[in-house]
């Protein structure tokens, strides 16, 4: 694409291997609205895969970034070691606005939250889904435009997983955008545009309050009736979820909604950019239809939409031949591991059937792995089903434009055109 | 060798050699056997493995570990002779196994 991403990333190149390895710094938004962090992580893999970096870096402190597979499964699926409280987030809670969420907390209570919510993907129920979804799908690609420009990030990406997101919530449709704008405000940083004013956390607040007083509302029509099969019903009723107070009800609200939104919806848009950058995947992909469910695996190690998870020491505890201490904060980059040429071979190509597709760590390892991730497979699997028979070619004219966001490899909007339907 | 049956949950029979010390999810894998995942390649960490181990065998195959007893208890359809393939290492005692394959690895 003629957006100079080339000579940027030619930049990049040089710059990673000509700073001072301490000079490094993964938390800067820049290298992640530019896409330029794979450089840098491909040092830091050869020369210094356990690698603290300093206080200044980012505004609540040092951290520790760990870049090799091997290494980044090690701290996952040690949770006594390497906690998932008091954040899974680079970001330090607040103190006065705390927000408790399953993700972000260690046995026995992060197990029973989630055992409350994740039959809302069980496979019985993922199989009565499969028809809703792909006729959403359906009526979602027909209503596309032909011949003409439009966002595909916000008339297909978006669309189809806040459709999703209301669905699983049995959430008010026409009301169901708010969904996306909680979505976006609970991850966005100083330099998302989405807020007016300098004060963008009290702005924040304001709008996750809305978010729970509505959500509240939901609560307290499905308590009041029998249980049934919606997420807001299930944590109603759920005997570890019914006596939550306001904000860990909102807390786990932010987590259902970021976590089943932004990651699809940003593979969704990813996918289209990935067959745009490697034309030859795309004929494959053609040719043999069969090849769907290993294509989509391959787009989500190759878009890793969320980068990292963070993890707390709860001990000292020796990695690599670093000492890491007890309380440090740690980064595990599953962008980075995704990307290890020692674990994946030809990590940095896209290839629709390689031999171990399934074998990428976007979903995380461990008692935290995605609880949503077969629904998200089936999404992308039936999206690309249905795009097939219909569109022989989706270009992009403009973009992709990234977002600033060290956890979200996301993507604000995408220009395309579907120069013809079949 | 140890011979393994692997049973789809269709019933499916798959009859394989696995060399000892392999373990019954790396026999399945690298024989393409389907309806085993393997997504974390054997690091007892995603549960996609998951097997029924035939009653006869439940006691020569071992106890679950501390994190495989963690990672079943997040998978689908979980029985008493749940166990994770890439957890149960194969040896001349197992040579017969018989395990079953869930629904879905989930």
């Given at each position: 694409m003629s957006d100079g991403s080339i000579d940027l990333k030619a930049e990049a190149r040089a710059k990673a291997y000509a700073?001072?390895?301490?000079?490094?710094?993964?938390?800067?938004?820049e290298m992640w609205r530019t896409d330029t962090a794979w450089p840098y992580f491909e040092r830091l893999r050869s020369e210094d895969p356990v690698h603290l970096h300093p206080a200044h870096h980012h505004p609540d402190g040092a951290f520790w970034s760990i870049t090799r597979y091997t290494d980044i499964m090690a701290v996952d699926t040690n949770h006594e070691v390497f906690s998932?409280?008091?954040?899974?987030?680079?970001f330090d809670p607040k103190e006065d606005f705390k927000l408790p969420m399953f993700i972000a907390m260690d046995p026995p209570k992060h197990d029973v939250q989630r055992k409350i919510v994740s039959p809302i993907v069980s496979p019985a129920n993922l199989h009565l889904m499969e028809p809703l979804i792909r006729s959403r799908i359906q009526s979602t690609l027909d209503s596309l435009p032909i011949g003409e420009p439009f966002d595909w990030v916000d008339k297909v990406s978006i669309e189809l997983t806040t459709q999703m997101l209301a669905t699983l919530f049995d959430f008010p449709w026409e009301d169901r955008r708010k969904l996306t704008r909680w979505s976006d405000i609970a991850t966005a940083?100083?330099?998302?545009?989405?807020?007016?004013?300098?004060d963008h956390e009290t702005e924040r607040r304001m709008e996750l309050f809305a978010c729970v007083d509505y959500f509240t509302r939901l609560w307290n029509e499905r308590v009041n009736a029998p249980p049934k099969g919606d997420l807001i019903s299930m944590l109603a009723h759920g005997e570890a979820t019914r006596n939550m107070d306001r904000m860990e009800y909102l807390g786990n609200l932010l987590l259902l909604i970021v976590g089943g939104n932004d990651t699809t919806r940003n593979t969704m848009t990813g996918s289209i950019l990935a067959m745009n950058e490697n034309p030859d995947q795309l004929r494959k992909l053609q040719a043999n239809p069969d090849l769907i469910p290993s294509m989509v695996s391959e787009t989500i190690r190759w878009q890793t939409p969320l980068s990292n998870m963070r993890r707390t020491a709860t001990r000292d505890f020796e990695l690599g031949g670093k000492l890491i201490k007890k309380g440090d904060k740690v980064l595990i980059w599953y962008a980075s591991g995704n990307r290890d040429e020692t674990a994946i071979e030809n990590p940095n190509a896209y290839i629709i059937?390689?031999?171990?597709?399934?074998?990428?760590?976007?979903?995380?390892?461990?008692?935290?792995?995605?609880?949503?991730n077969r629904l998200a497979e089936l999404q992308l699997k039936i999206l690309w089903e249905e795009i097939l028979p219909r569109f022989p070619e989706i270009r992009i004219v403009e973009g992709p434009h990234r977002v600033a966001s060290v956890l979200i490899r996301g993507y604000s909007s995408m220009q395309v055109v579907i120069p013809v339907r079949t | 060798m140890a011979k393994i049956t692997y049973v789809e949950h269709n019933g499916t029979k798959h009859v394989v050699d696995v060399k000892p010390g392999l373990s019954v999810m790396e026999g399945a894998v690298k024989n393409n056997?389907?309806?085993?995942?393997a997504d974390c390649g054997g690091?007892?960490?995603?549960?996609?493995?998951h097997v029924y181990v035939d009653e006869a065998w439940r006691d020569k195959t071992g106890e679950r570990s501390t994190m495989e007893v963690s990672m079943l208890d997040f998978?689908?359809?979980?029985?008493?002779?749940?166990?994770?393939?890439?957890?149960i290492k194969v040896s001349d005692?197992?040579?017969g196994l018989i395990v079953q394959m869930p629904e879905s690895q989930h």
């Open positions: 700073m001072p390895l301490e000079d490094i710094n993964l938390a800067d938004t998932s409280e008091p954040s899974i987030t680079i940083g100083p330099e998302s545009g989405l807020f007016v004013t300098d059937d390689r031999e171990r597709p399934r074998n990428h760590l976007s979903f995380g390892f461990g008692i935290h792995r995605c609880v949503g | 056997i389907p309806g085993i995942d690091a007892c960490a995603c549960a996609t493995c998978a689908e359809g979980v029985k008493p002779n749940s166990r994770l393939a890439c957890q005692a197992l040579d």
